[in-house]
């Protein structure tokens, strides 16, 4: 059973930083394409990064293009979302996913998801 698990969101100024983490368990982790997806109160989880396996390039949505880079430790099975210049419609619950081939962006490309992590910008 994979399981991803989210950490580093919390409350922040606009402008400021967030760094957020996910860790997957399992040995193949280096294998999948790792995305992250927010969804904001009464909209539609939408995608913001994505990272394919092995240098095979990063993703990422045009709003964040910018202020959000994306990056990945194999060796930790973990990725992060370097987040800065944030804004308060950057507010949203942050979710971390692992895919296999397909579309990037697409939330169909991904098979396991993880339980969220909260980002608040306060202006």
């Known amino acids: 059973q994979v399981q991803l698990v989210e950490s580093g969101g919390g409350l922040v100024q606009a402008g400021g930083s967030l760094r957020l983490s996910c860790v997957a368990s399992?040995?193949?982790?280096?294998?999948?394409?790792m995305g992250w997806f927010r969804q904001a109160p009464g909209k539609e989880r939408e995608f913001v990064a994505a990272?394919?396996?092995?240098?095979?390039?990063?993703f990422l949505a045009d709003s964040v293009k910018g202020r959000f880079t994306i990056s990945r430790d194999d060796a930790k099975n973990t990725v992060y979302l370097q987040m800065n210049s944030l804004k308060p419609e950057d507010t949203a619950v942050y979710y971390c996913?692992?895919?296999?081939?397909?579309?990037?962006?697409?939330?169909?490309?991904?098979?396991?998801w993880g339980q969220g992590t909260q980002v608040t910008v306060s202006s």
């Open positions: 996913a692992r895919g296999e081939y397909g579309i990037a962006s697409s939330k169909a490309t991904y098979d396991y």
């Open positions: 399992g040995r193949t982790f280096s294998r999948y394409t």
């Open positions: 990272i394919r396996w092995s240098g095979g390039g990063t």
